[in-house]
């Protein structure tokens, strides 16, 4: 990827640390009122005008497997909000959990128009046959998608503290927006509804920037980041 990206203003306070229990009460009542918000957006930008797409569909495929890759994200970067104190990564963050919550709740809206479930089927099962570079044997519901990380590495990730966890946080993010990345190509070019062509451009173009000025933190740290997916 060739896109290059500022960095995120340094000026900008963190936000400060909550608790774990209120952080995750505010994100569940966030949660809900997206899915809400985002059938309403769709509504009023044209969404359900048409016939909806199908189950198996380029656009449901993707709003349903991008949706659960965000959700992964989110989980990242609330990790790092509350376990790191470099204000760079806790910015970073701020932002890839505020964007990401945001665009899964658009995501989970347009099925919940549609009529069509939040999950369930095989992952990545709409891009086969396409461009997209990877192998999509083996992701049956519940399997990890391109960039995602395992638990193991998740619990890894959790045990570590100070410059130790930003690294490590950095190189699974990296990875995960890399993996993410041709999900929303292959979206953006082969979808049938405008709204969500446009919002996985949106994903295509920030990833990459946010990759970008990933690396370039990774670096600073003197870490290196993992294999692409």
């Known amino acids: 990827m060739t896109a290059t990206a500022t960095r995120p203003e340094q000026d900008a306070p963190a936000p400060a640390p909550r608790g774990r229990g209120l952080r995750t009460l505010l994100l569940g009542v966030i949660a809900v009122a997206l899915v809400a918000l985002g059938g309403g957006l769709a509504v009023g930008l044209g969404i359900g005008r048409e016939d909806p797409p199908t189950a198996d569909s380029v656009d449901a495929g993707f709003s349903r497997d991008m949706a659960v890759h965000h959700r992964q994200g989110v989980e990242m970067a609330n990790l790092a909000l509350d376990r790191s104190s470099d204000p760079e990564v806790r910015q970073l963050a ?110 295509a173009e920030t990833q990459t920037a946010e990759v970008t000025t990933m690396v370039a933190m990774l670096t600073a740290r003197g870490g290196t980041p993992l294999p692409a997916p």
């Open 94 to 203: 701020f932002d890839i959990s505020s964007t990401q919550t945001n665009q899964a709740g658009q995501m989970e809206g347009w099925l919940a128009l549609w009529g069509l479930p939040r999950s369930g089927g095989e992952h990545m099962a709409w891009m086969r046959g396409g461009h997209a570079g990877h192998d999509m044997s083996g992701t049956a519901d519940g399997a990890l998608m391109p960039g995602m990380a395992t638990e193991t590495e998740l619990a890894a990730l959790r045990s570590l503290e100070g410059t130790a966890f930003d690294v490590e946080f950095l190189r699974l993010m990296i990875r995960h927006h890399q993996g993410g990345y041709d999900m929303a190509q292959y979206e953006a070019q082969n979808g049938t509804q405008p709204t969500v062509r446009t919002l996985a451009r949106s994903i």
